[in-house]
C-alpha cells in the first residue's frame, strides 16, 4: 500500500506540474483556416463594409467635399498622464510610443513599460493602422498628425480626449479618437479611416511583442510566457510567441483579443464580425516579429491582469487570467487571501494563515487517515501471517485470489479502509495545484516581500533556504508518521522528501513557503495524535490488566 502510495504521488505531481506542456489539447476553432500564414498586416476583402444605402451615401458625398489636406510640420510627442500612468503618444501616425504604469515596476525598480522595445528598434508602434494596400499603409502611418490637444494631465478624478486627425488632397483622412478617465486603465477609441474617398475599415495592430522581460526575470520566474488570447464564445485560445501556432493565428467572430503576459495585458474589445483577428509572425525566422491585428476596437485596457478591474468590464473579461486546472480552486483561494490581506497587509503572513485554514479543512480527513494508517500499523503481524501462509500468491493466481479476499476480510472485520491513508493525499493535491497556479499568475503576488532575503513571493528563493527547510520537515513528518510499509518501502518512502527538495527548487517561494507551513502544522498536528494513541493504549492496557 505504502509503495502505490509513493507512485501515485509522484505521479500525480509530475502530472500536475507537466500538464501544460504535455496535455494542452488543441482546440477546434470555430470555422476552419487558411493553411499559409500572411507576410503581411492585412484585411480580409469579406470584412469589407456592406454597401451604404441611398441617405448614407449622400452624407458620405458631403462629407468628401468638405475633406481638407490636415497635417502637422514637426513631429511632437503628447503626452497623458493619470494617477495609474503616464503614456507617451507621436502624432506621426498617431501612434503609442510609452505607457508605463506608476503602480508596477520592473526588474531595476522603474515604472513598468508595456510597448516593446522592439517598437523602436523596428519603427513599429502599437495603435499603427492596416489595410490591403502596403504602400497606403506607409502613408497613414508616418504622416504628421494634427492633434487636438498637446498634453492631457487627468490626474484628480479628470477625463479627457485626445484627437488626431490626417488628410490629403487625395482624399484620404484618418481620425483616431481616444478618450481617458482618470483612475481606469481601460479608454475608449474610435478609428475613422476615408480612402480615395471611400470609408473603410481599418485594422488595428499592436505591436511587435508586448512589454520587456528581462533575462533575470524569466530565469527567476516560473512558467514565463508572452502570446495572445482570443474570447470566442465561452472559450479562450491561447497562442504563444515561443511556441507559435499557425493554425491559432486567425479568428472569426471574436469578443476580445489580447497581448499578454502572466501579469500584464494589452485588451482590446472588438465589434464580433467575420476574420476579426490575427495573430502575425514577420521578419526573419531568427529573429521573428509578432503583431496582433484586428477590426477596430472600441474599448482598450493597457494594465495589470487584476481580478475585480477585469470582472468590471463585463464580457468575461476575467477568463483572460489563465487559472488553468482546478482553476475554481485558485479563485477560492485568491479571494480568500484578498480577505485576509485587508487585516494582514505581508502576503507572506497572508499564505501561512491561508495555509492554517485550509489544514483545519482538511483535518478531518488527515485524522482519519492517520488513525487508518495506526490500524494498519496494529495489523501488520496478521498481514504478515496471512502472506507467509500464501508464499506463492506471486506466481499462482489462484493463491492471489485467495490472499487477497481474506487480506479483505481481515480489514472488514477491523474496520479498516485500505485506501484511508492514500485518498487524503491525492484529494488535497487540487488544492496544491490551486496554489501553484496563483502564485505563477496572480498580479497580486508579484514583487510582493515576505521577510528577510524573500523580497518577492512569485520567484523561486535566491539562495534556496525555503526548499531545503521544506524537505528536512517533510522527513520529520514522515518519520513520525504511522506506517504499515515493511522496512524496505518504508526506506523507499523516506526518498520522497528528497524528490520533493528537487522539485520545489526552482518553484516560487511562496507555493515553498505554503508547503513548508503545511508541514510544520503537519508535524505539530502528528505529535499530538501520536500522543493520544499512546494515552489510549496505555489506557487499554491497563485494563486489560486488572481483567
Known sequence: ME??????????????????????????????????????IIVKKDTAPPPLEAPAQEQLRREEKEILPTSEEVEKEIRVETSLYEAVWSNRGGVLKSWKLKEHQDEEKNNLELVSYLSAETDTFPFSLGTEDPAFDRVINTSLYESTVSRLDLREGRSGEMRFEYADEQGNFVEKTFIFQDGQYHFDTKIKLIKNRQEIEPRLIWGPSFSNPSLTEQKQRFGVRIGIAVKIADKVYRNDESKFKPELREFSYAEWAAYENNYFAALFFIPPQKYNVEFIRKGEEATPQYFLSMTSPQKI?????EMERLTALGFEAKKLI????????????LKGMKFIHKAVPNWGVTIIIMTLIVKIIFFPLTYSSTRSMARMQELQPKIKALRAKYKKAKQDIAQRRKMNEEMMRLYKEHGINPAGGCLPMLIQLPVFWGFFRLLVIAIEFRHSPFFLWIKDLSVKDPYYVTPILMGVTQYISQKMTPTSADPTQARMMLIMPVIMTILFMNFQSGLVLYWLTNNILQIGQQAIMNRISKKKKREAHGKRRKK
Open 3 to 40: 509503495k502505490r502510495l509513493l507512485i501515485a504521488i509522484v505521479l500525480s505531481f509530475l502530472v500536475l506540474l507537466l500538464y501544460q506542456i504535455l496535455f494542452v489539447k488543441k482546440k477546434p476553432l470555430p470555422e476552419s483556416l487558411p493553411e499559409s500564414a500572411r507576410e503581411e
Open 301 to 305: 485596457y493597457l494594465g495589470p491582469k
Open 322 to 333: 489563465k487559472f488553468g486546472l482546478f482553476g475554481f480552486i485558485a479563485e477560492i483561494l
